[in-house]
């Protein structure tokens, strides 16, 4: 395996969240960063934290690297004491360049993938992951795009037909890989709905909207209603933003 | 992203057989790095460490002070605020520089500890605790003033005063807050001082505008030094407890972002910001009402002068922001004195257990009783005047010794002392800082360097039965 596509599994080490069952064999062709992270209240000093619950918490992600390892991944980790665990994930994205972030819900045996497709920008790295993660199993893979108003059936075939070919590219026997459009739905309802039938989900990270500081990432609210595991493709960095 | 590498070795042990805990690794903009991968993250920007500063300060100089400054020198009270802002400036300078060589928890403590060896650090760290307290009780009987004045507002009677009353109540309030409160306070910080910021940036502008008579009405004029020169230089050492917040800030300094940037910023700015108001508020209240009448208002004199200049609306304005303000510095600096006790634990001054966690709120609980309580009986003193001073003392021992620890350092130049932020004017700034810290203390009264002195005797002794062993200094 030469294109291990890494992934970051956060996970909330000491307030009982655990790698759920299933997750390590979905991530066997992954590379992972473990992300093992503690939110503390602002009347406490991190390095407080880390003085009390260091121990504690490396022996678990001892634990679940153990695990992740056993199904045949590649593992970093990291242990973070912070205020802001979504300043903590956002930065372990970029110092470790995750192409994806796992939504840790537990699964069976991964049969069928649905991966929604949103339009051409970013379908490499969503290429990458779904060839990547996928590729040495045995899923059938189901492309899915929900069309707007002015896309004609000729855009939505250069775009899928697209994406299965850079997955052909990529080493995905082709016969697996079915593509579904719909039209005149909202988006994530359209998602969640037609994803309920699957063992996981690929979606990609949409840009944040006044609607998505309301009612959260869509990438969120599909995952607590998906209930099974999510890979969310992220964002190419822009290329100035890291020397912030 | 350049990374510090940090090399302090600190060793020893304690009475209790417990070690200094390990430095880190390095130091990020974003984090600080232990080793095996274990990252502290650093989260809090440039706005949160002004806020830190700001809201410490801003509640003593104008909401309290000014009646008692005004009483004491006379319209030269303006001139005490400025002395007291110039000291100010030039210890921000040299803590700026430490700050960003050494970005960790426990602020001066820290940089003295590791700078000039552990007795020096254990009279600083342990006088620093109980400044702090010394500090919070004065902003809570601040605050027990303006609530006081509430009520008279509100034309209830009371045949008792109410202030030292009020004051434990939001002592035990505070400090049960902040051990069961697990909400997100920092933004909540900044917005009371935006808040704070613009109520008197509107006040003040009227005022001076007032002042200069472009309301017709004139000011009250007044000598200059209607008490002499000498109360000008002991109400600035009376009124030095407003320029405390900026040390709050490195006491933080393990969390900020991008410390080597923000730090000096966050320092040096707050201090600026701080010191232009002190000095436009007293000349606009001296102005109203001349030193004299002022004087005789006492602590909530500001709510006087908004009620001359914008009548009752101006009165409720100033209260209002008078309560917001001693409850905002009361807060911070509970929260700062259990930092204190944090670093001073780590580094096994004090008994680990002191830094210990509650599990259920994740809260420092030992920590934060250590300060809320013998707060509670500051408060139940009620000797406004001679808190601030203490508090101010023990401030000013660790402002001092911290423009001596930035010279050593910088005459010794040791490998890991690298400050990517470096003083301007070295050696003269720092030499005068320390100076002029040291130099403050002979104006207060004998009964708070006396108090103080014995503070700091206290912490020598505890350190030679307790840490005797224990070594912080880093090789230099």
Redesign the interface.
């Known amino acids: 395996m030469t294109d291990r596509p890494p992934i970051l599994v956060p996970i909330r080490v000491l307030e009982g969240e655990s790698v759920p069952e299933g997750v390590p064999t979905l991530l066997a062709n992954a590379h992972v960063v473990l992300l093992g992270y503690h939110v503390?209240?602002?009347?406490?000093?991190?390095?407080?934290?880390?003085?009390?619950?260091?121990e504690r918490a490396?022996d678990r992600l001892d634990e679940y690297e153990a695990i992740f390892e056993e199904a045949g991944a590649t593992v970093e980790?990291?242990?973070?004491?912070?205020?802001?665990g979504q300043?903590?994930i956002d930065?372990t994205i970029t110092e470790h360049d995750c192409l994806a972030v796992l939504v840790p819900n537990a699964t069976g045996a991964v049969e069928d993938v649905f991966v929604a497709v949103r339009g051409t920008v970013g379908v490499d790295r969503l290429a990458r992951v779904v060839a990547g993660v996928f590729g040495a199993m045995d899923a059938s893979i189901t492309l899915y795009h929900v069309a707007e108003n002015e896309e004609t059936d000729e855009d939505i075939g250069t775009l899928l037909d697209g994406l299965v070919e850079r997955l052909g590219d990529r080493g995905i026997d082709t016969s697996t890989i079915e593509t579904r459009v719909e039209r005149d739905r909202d988006p994530l309802d359209a998602i969640v709905d037609a994803s309920a039938a699957f063992d996981v989900v690929v979606m990609g990270e949409t840009d944040p909207s006044l609607a998505t500081f309301v009612f959260g990432m869509p990438a969120t609210q599909v995952a607590n209603r998906f209930l099974g595991p999510v890979l969310v493709v992220q964002r190419e960095p822009a290329p100035n933003q890291r020397e912030e | 992203m350049t990374e510090q590498p940090v090399d302090v070795d600190p060793g020893g042990q304690n009475v209790a057989g417990e070690a200094p805990?390990a430095e880190p690794e390095a130091v990020t903009a974003?984090?600080?790095v232990?080793d095996?991968?274990?990252?502290?993250?650093r989260?809090i920007g440039l706005v949160g460490g002004l806020a830190i500063g700001i809201g410490t300060m801003i509640g003593a100089g104008i909401f309290v002070f000014p009646g008692l400054a005004a009483n004491n020198a006379g319209l030269a009270a303006t001139v005490s605020f400025a002395i007291g802002g110039v000291i100010a400036l030039l210890v921000a300078l040299p803590t700026s520089e430490l700050a960003t060589a050494m970005p960790r928890?426990g602020g001066g403590y820290y940089f003295i500890s590791r700078g000039m060896g552990t007795a020096y650090g254990a009279i600083v760290g342990l006088g620093l605790w109980l400044g702090l307290m010394f500090a919070s009780a004065f902003y809570l009987v601040g605050l027990g003033h303006y609530a006081s004045a509430v009520f008279a507002e509100l034309g209830v009677g009371l045949s008792f005063s109410p202030v030292t009353g009020i004051g434990l109540l939001f002592g035990v309030v505070l400090t049960a807050l902040?051990?069961g409160?697990?909400e997100?306070?920092?933004t909540l910080q900044n917005v009371v001082v935006g808040i704070l910021l613009v109520v008197l940036t509107g006040f003040l502008s009227y005022g001076v505008l007032d002042a200069v008579g472009v309301f017709g009405r004139g000011s009250v004029p007044g000598a200059f030094f209607s008490r002499g020169h000498f109360p000008v230089l002991t109400t600035a050492a009376l009124v030095f407890t407003s320029y405390l917040g900026f040390a709050q800030v490195a006491t933080?300094a393990?969390?900020i972002k991008q410390p080597g940037r923000n730090l000096p910023l966050a320092m040096v700015g707050s201090v600026l910001v701080v010191t232009v108001f002190y000095v436009v508020t007293i000349f606009v209240a001296t102005s109203a009402f001349g030193a004299n009448r002022l004087g005789q208002f006492g602590e909530t004199a500001m709510v006087e002068v908004a009620r001359d200049f914008l009548g009752l609306p101006g009165a409720v304005a100033i209260l209002g922001a008078g309560l917001l303000a001693t409850f905002s510095s009361a807060n911070a600096s509970i929260?700062s004195a259990?930092?204190a006790v944090?670093a001073l634990s780590?580094d096994a001054l004090l008994p680990?257990k002191a830094?210990?966690?509650n599990l259920r709120?994740?809260?420092?609980h030992v920590a934060?009783l250590a300060a809320g309580g013998p707060i509670l009986v500051l408060v139940a003193t009620g000797q406004v005047e001679l808190l601030a001073e203490v508090a101010s003392f023990l401030h000013l021992i660790m402002y001092g010794l911290m423009c001596v620890a930035l010279i050593v350092l910088r005459r010794r130049n040791p490998e890991w002392y690298s400050p990517s932020y470096r003083v301007p004017g070295y050696p003269v700034v720092p030499a005068v800082g320390a100076l002029a810290s040291f130099g403050l203390i002979a104006f207060m009264q004998p009964a708070s360097i006396g108090i103080g002195v014995g503070v700091m005797l206290v912490s020598y002794l505890w350190y030679r039965y307790y840490a005797g062993d224990v070594t912080l200094k880093g090789d230099i």
């Open positions: 503390i209240p602002e009347q406490t000093a991190p390095g407080q934290a880390q003085m009390q619950f260091e490396k980790r990291r242990l973070v004491f912070t205020h802001d300043k903590t930065r | 805990a974003d984090t600080t232990h095996d991968d274990v990252e502290l993250e989260t928890s902040s051990i409160g697990t997100n306070t920092a933080v393990g969390e929260l259990s930092r944090y780590r680990r830094s210990e966690v709120y994740g809260t420092p934060l």
